[in-house]
Structures are given as C-alpha cells and as structure tokens.
C-alpha cells in the first residue's frame, strides 16, 4: 500500500437527517483515505432524493456511506433514482465502495436480498475471518484470515446479487465484506471509515436505537479497541482503483 493518495475526486453519497452527522460521516471517510476535502462531492440523500447521474459522472470514484435512521430493506423517495445511479455505475465500470447502509445498498440495488435481522445485529467491535476468496483477493493481501471491525447494523445483506463474491463474514452475519466479480465495486458490512473514537462518537448520536444501555456505552467508552487491518481497507481500496 502506498503511502498517500492520489488527487482523486470523490462524490460521497450519505443518507444522513442529522447535519452533525453528516459532517462527522465526511471527516472520517476524509480521514480514513487521505483525501483532499476539497475533491469530494457530498450528496445527501435526504436532501437531493431524486440524485441524477451528472451528479457523479465526473468524480473517479463513489463512495455510499452509512444512514443509521434510514433501512436499506424499505423503500425511499431516493431508492428508485440511486438504483438507476448504481446500476448506471457499475455498467460503466466506476470505482465504488460501499460501507455498512452502502453495502446493503448497493447488492440490493443489483439484485441481491437484505434482511432486517435484530437476532444477529452488532454494535461494537467484532471479529471478521475472511473466506478463502477473501484471502487471495487483491485489496486484502496479507491480511491475517480474523481481524477486528467496528460495526453498527440491525440489517444484513442475506443474499448476495449475481457476480458477487463473499469475501468475509463474522461469526453472526455471512457477507461482511463482498466485491462484484470482473468490477471494481467492493462493501463491508463494517464501518471502514471509522476509528474506535469515532465509533463512540457515532453511537453518541444514535443511542436510543443501537446502544441505550449505559452500561454497555461506558464499557465500549473504557475499553476501545483498536482496528489496524480495517483501518487500511479504504486506503487499500484507493491504491486499488487508482492504480
């Protein structure tokens, strides 16, 4: 993995209620992959439901982050425009990368299934073991088969579209990270664009539906853990596509 990353022009697509949200979800994807703010191009879906392609056609890649009050099983005055815009991406061969609602979003939009799965929901830290496609993928090189992930979901992708491939899964949900075969589109259901800080942070705003047990925030707040192999994923991802 290099250690910087090009001038690439990124069109990040949130679906974020919350304006300090939305500011936090940008900083860490700005963080996390090195780019220059001033390159990336913010639509919010909440804001510009009826996003059109001349909104993304000029950036090098897309990224689809979270929306923590919003399911990607239920359907939006934005779902049928950003499936026509997915879909339109990935005939036309644009780099792109969804993480957690993004991930979700993103197989359902090709044909795949999410399933709302409270039973096996996580919210904390947990442990990722990639598959052995995942082992010999480009984008994962010498990771180790587990490695620890920040995670936030009730919802899952249960069925992946045609031409997915599993690359990882955890111990409760199957499809933790998959890429589209012969595409330059990967997801994880984690949160690769956060920090354990900014994990606490992010939960601070959505306790009442992801961690209303105090007991339980305190215990994430005294005890963080680290991350370093999904830490490098975006940046690995960058390299990857900019290549």
């Not at 425009?81 to 792109?96: C, I, K, N, S, Y």
């Not at 939009?109 to 010999?136: C, K, M, P, S």
Request: aromatic share 8%.
């Amino acid at each position: 993995m290099s250690g910087s990353t090009p001038r690439v022009k990124v069109a990040l697509v949130q679906v974020r209620e919350k304006p300090e949200v939305a500011l936090h979800e940008q900083s860490c994807f700005v963080e996390r992959c090195g780019l220059d703010p001033d390159l990336m191009t913010v639509i919010n879906l909440v804001e510009t439901p009826k996003i059109r392609w001349e909104q993304v056609a000029d950036a090098d890649m897309v990224i689809l982050g979270g929306a923590a009050a919003h399911s990607a099983t239920e359907d939006y005055d934005f779902t049928a425009p950003m499936t026509e815009v997915t879909q339109r991406l990935v005939d036309a061969g644009m780099p792109m990368f969804g993480s957690c609602w993004g991930h979700q979003f993103i197989a359902r939009a090709l044909g795949g299934e999410v399933i709302t799965d409270r039973a096996n929901e996580e919210v904390g830290t947990f442990g990722i073991h990639l598959t052995d496609a995942g082992l010999a993928d480009d984008l994962l090189t010498g990771f180790p088969e587990s490695f620890p992930a920040h995670m936030g979901h009730h919802d899952r992708v249960s069925r992946l579209p045609e031409g997915g491939v599993e690359l990882a899964r955890s111990q409760r949900c199957p499809n933790q990270i998959y890429r589209l075969a012969g595409k330059p589109v990967y997801g994880t259901q984690f949160h690769a664009e956060m920090s354990a800080q900014h994990l606490i942070e992010r939960l601070s705003y959505y306790r009442d539906s992801y961690l209303p047990s105090d007991e339980e925030f305190e215990s994430l707040k005294r005890n963080p853990l680290p991350t370093p192999e999904a830490d490098t994923i975006l940046h690995r991802f960058l390299d990857l596509v900019m290549a």
